[in-house]
């Protein structure tokens, strides 16, 4: 069994950046591939990001490329999600999630273990 802890939402103007975590714990979770997704009021969970196991290969939205980073210290078993130059359309509540093998992926069906969620909210 896998659990994931995510820590790092909260309230900022458009922007500004913010940076979630996500510790993972549990026997072999590290070597799980993981990624973030997020669900807006009234919307589907979609995919933001996701990285292999090993941290090598990364996957991102295309609706934040070149501002949402996913990265990942296996040392410390902990996922983040930098993000910058935040827009009010950004505001969700993002989940960490994690799957069995290397590959990250962009659907969510793929995931088995999942976060509670912490709320992001920017404002314009």
């Known amino acids: 069994q896998v659990q994931l802890v995510e820590s790092g939402g909260g309230l900022v103007q458009a922007g500004g950046s913010l940076r979630l975590s996500c510790a993972a714990f549990?026997?072999?979770?590290?070597?799980?591939?993981m990624g973030w997704f997020r669900q807006a009021p009234g919307k589907e969970r979609e995919f933001v990001a996701g990285i292999s196991g090993s941290g090598d290969v990364t996957k991102d939205a295309d609706s934040v490329k070149g501002r949402f980073t996913i990265s990942r210290d296996n040392a410390k078993s902990t996922l983040y999600l930098h993000m910058n130059s935040l827009k009010p359309e950004d505001t969700a509540v993002y989940y960490c999630?994690?799957?069995?093998?290397?590959?990250?992926?962009?659907?969510?069906?793929?995931?088995?273990?999942w976060g509670q969620g912490t709320q992001v909210t920017v404002s314009s």
């Open positions: 999630a994690a799957k069995h093998g290397e590959e990250a992926r962009t659907l969510q069906y793929d995931y088995a273990y």
């Open positions: 549990g026997r072999a979770s590290w070597t799980y591939a």
